[in-house]
C-alpha cells in the first residue's frame, strides 16, 4: 500500500526559510514523478512544484518560482520542497503526492496518492 508521509512543516517569520520532506513506502519510488500542492483556509488546492522520476525536470508556479525548489534522493524514497524567502501568502497546508506518470504535471488529476499534508505558517 502506498503511503506518502510528509514533515518539516511548522511556523516561520516572513524572509525565513522550511524544508519540507515527504517519505514514502510501498512503491517503486523512482518510476514515478512527485508533486507538491497546497491549500490554504478557504481557497482551491493549488499546484506548488513536481519533479521527474529521475529529478532531471522540475516544474514550479510562478508565485513559488525562484524561491522553492524541489528535489528528491531515490535511494532514500523521499521528495524535499526548499522553501525560501518565505511570505504570508505561502501559509496553508502542503501535500506531497505520487504522478500517475514519469513526468511532474500540474494537474492534481495526474496524481493518485496524497499525503496527509503538513502546516506551514508564515507571520508577518
Known amino acids: 500500500q502506498v503511503q506518502l508521509v510528509e514533515s518539516g512543516g511548522g511556523l516561520v517569520q516572513a524572509g525565513g526559510s522550511l524544508r519540507l520532506s515527504c517519505a514514502a513506502s510501498?512503491?517503486?519510488?523512482?518510476?514515478?514523478?512527485m508533486g507538491w500542492f497546497r491549500q490554504a483556509p478557504g481557497k482551491e488546492r493549488e499546484f506548488v512544484a513536481s519533479?521527474?522520476?529521475?529529478?532531471?525536470?522540475?516544474y514550479y508556479a510562478d508565485s513559488v518560482k525562484g524561491r522553492f525548489t524541489t528535489s528528491r534522493d531515490n535511494a532514500k524514497n523521499t521528495v524535499y520542497l526548499q522553501m525560501n524567502s518565505l511570505k504570508p501568502e505561502d501559509t496553508a497546508v502542503y501535500y506531497c503526492?505520487?504522478?500517475?506518470?514519469?513526468?511532474?504535471?500540474?494537474?492534481?488529476?495526474?496524481?493518485?496518492?496524497w499525503g496527509q499534508g503538513t502546516q506551514v505558517t508564515v507571520s508577518s
Open positions: 503526492a505520487k504522478s500517475k506518470y514519469i513526468s511532474g504535471s500540474y494537474s492534481s488529476y495526474a496524481y493518485d496518492y
Open positions: 510501498g512503491l517503486t519510488f523512482s518510476n514515478y514523478a
Open positions: 519533479i521527474g522520476r529521475l529529478g532531471g525536470s522540475t
